[in-house]
C-alpha cells in the first residue's frame, strides 16, 4: 500500500509504532521498521543522551529499515536536556522523530537543519494546524480513545479524524484505538494516510516488556481503562488496577485541590516496576481502550502482515462488494 505517510517514511506500510515509555526499546522499534512499518525509540525512556546514543546503534544493528525516536515534552520537574538528545539522533542518522505533548516549535530549526522529518501527535484540530503551521512534516492524531495522555477535548477519533482531514494539508495517521485491518480502513476512509499504534504493539512477542503486561493486555476488555489527573489537566488514560483505584479515590477526596505529589506513590516510577518487573499493581500506566480488541499475542511481523492482508480483504472484497452488489442490481 502506497500513502503519503509511506512515502515520507520510505516504509512499505502505513503503520507506525508510537512512542512508548520503557516499550519502544531498539528490539520492538527493529521489529516493526523489518516487518514493513515505522518503528519508533522512546527517546527519554534512556536516561541520557549518551544511552540514547547507544540505544540506536542498537537498533542499527537489528534493522537497516528505517526507524525513528520519540521526543515527549511533558511537564517534569527537571527539563531534560532536549538539545544533547536532538544531537543524538542527528549524529545517530535517524530521520524521522515523533514529538509529543508540547509544541516541538523551539526544537524545529535544529530538526529541519539535520533533515530529519517531524511528525508531532496532537489530540485537537488546533495543535494539528500549529503542527502544520510550524513546519512539522505530519501529524498524529490522537484521539479520546487512546492509550497514555488524550488530551482535554475527549474527542474521538470518529469527529476528530474527519475533522483533521477538513482542515490539514499536510498528511496524518489516526492514533488511539487502532488494532487492526478495520482499524487501517478506517482510518483510511476518513482522510488518514496511515495509523499509529501504541497498546496494540505491547502484546507481541518482539516487545521487550514482562509477561505479565501482555497477559494483562489480553485479559482486560474495552472497560477496564480509566483516566486519571484531570485536575491537573495532564489527564492520561491507564490500565484499571488496585493502585489506580486508590489514586481515584485520592482524586475524588481532593477534588479541584489536587496536587502531583498527592498522587506521588501511584505514578512516579511506575514503568520500570511493571515493564521489567511485572509488578502489575506497581502504579498506574498507559493503556488504550483499543485493548478490548486484544485476543493475542503475535509476532510483530504476525500482526502487521495480517492487518495488510485483512486490509487488503476488506477493500477488495467486503466495501466493493457492496458497490458490485448495487451495480447488479441496478443492472
Ligand atoms: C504504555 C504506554 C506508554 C506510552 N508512552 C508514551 C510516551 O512516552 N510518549 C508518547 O508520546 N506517547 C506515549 N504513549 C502513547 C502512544 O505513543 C500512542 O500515541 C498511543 O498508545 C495510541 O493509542 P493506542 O494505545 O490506543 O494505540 C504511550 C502509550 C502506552 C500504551
Redesign the pocket.
Known amino acids: 500500500m502506497k500513502t503519503a505517510i509511506t512515502e515520507l517514511f520510505n516504509i512499505q506500510h502505513p503503520i507506525i509504532q ?4 520503557f ?1 519502544g526499546f531498539a528490539e520492538l522499534a527493529a521489529a516493526v521498521s523489518n516487518a514493513g512499518g515505522l518503528g519508533i525509540i ?1 527517546g ?2 534512556q536516561r541520557t543522551p549518551e544511552l540514547l546514543a547507544k540505544e540506536i546503534a542498537k537498533c542499527h544493528d537489528m534493522t537497516d529499515k528505517p526507524f525513528g525516536v ?1 521526543l ?1 515534552f511533558l511537564p517534569s520537574f527537571t527539563a531534560p536536556p532536549y538539545p544533547e538528545y536532538i544531537a543524538a539522533i542527528r549524529e545517530g542518522g535517524i530521520k524521522a522523530v ?1 514529538t ?2 508540547r509544541s516541538p516549535e523551539q526544537y524545529m530549526p535544529a530538526l529541519k537543519a539535520a533533515g530529519i522529518k517531524v511528525i508531532h ?1 496532537c489530540t485537537s484540530v488546533r495543535h494539528s494546524l500549529k503542527a502544520e503551521q510550524i513546519g512539522c512534516d505530519a501529524v ?1 492524531v ?1 484521539g479520546f ?5 488524550p488530551g482535554e477535548d475527549d474527542m474521538p477519533n470518529m469527529i476528530l479524524l474527519p475533522r483533521a482531514a477538513e482542515e490539514l494539508k499536510i498528511p496524518f495517521v489516526a ?4 488494532a487492526d485491518a478495520r482499524s487501517l480502513v478506517a482510518a483510511l476512509a476518513m482522510g488518514a494516510q496511515g495509523m ?5 504493539f ?1 502484546a507481541t512477542k518482539e516487545a521487550p516488556v514482562h509477561d505479565n503486561v501482555k497477559q494483562a493486555l489480553v485479559a482486560a476488555s474495552e472497560l477496564d481503562t480509566r483516566l486519571i489527573m484531570r485536575a491537573i489537566r495532564n489527564t492520561e488514560r491507564v490500565l484499571k488496577n488496585p493502585a489506580v483505584d486508590r489514586l481515584i479515590e485520592i482524586e475524588r477526596e481532593k477534588g479541584a485541590r489536587l496536587k502531583i505529589e498527592d498522587i506521588h506513590d501511584q505514578v512516579a516510577g511506575v514503568y520500570p516496576k511493571v515493564m521489567i518487573d511485572g509488578d502489575m499493581n506497581a502504579g498506574a ?6 485493548v478490548g480488541l486484544i485476543h493475542d499475542i503475535p509476532t510483530v511481523k504476525e500482526l502487521i502482515d495480517r492487518i495488510m492482508s485483512e486490509a487488503e480483504q476488506l477493500i477488495r472484497g467486503r466495501l466493493t462488494g457492496f458497490l458490485d452488489a448495487d451495480t447488479r442490481k441496478v443492472a
Open positions: 508510537g512512542g512508548m515509555h516499550v522512546t527519554l525512556t520519540n515527549t515523533e509529543a505533548g501527535k498524529s490522537d480513545e487512546c492509550g497514555g495522555h492514533s488511539g484505538g487502532m499509529n499504534m501504541g497498546t496494540r505491547i500506566w498507559s493503556c488504550g481502550m483499543v
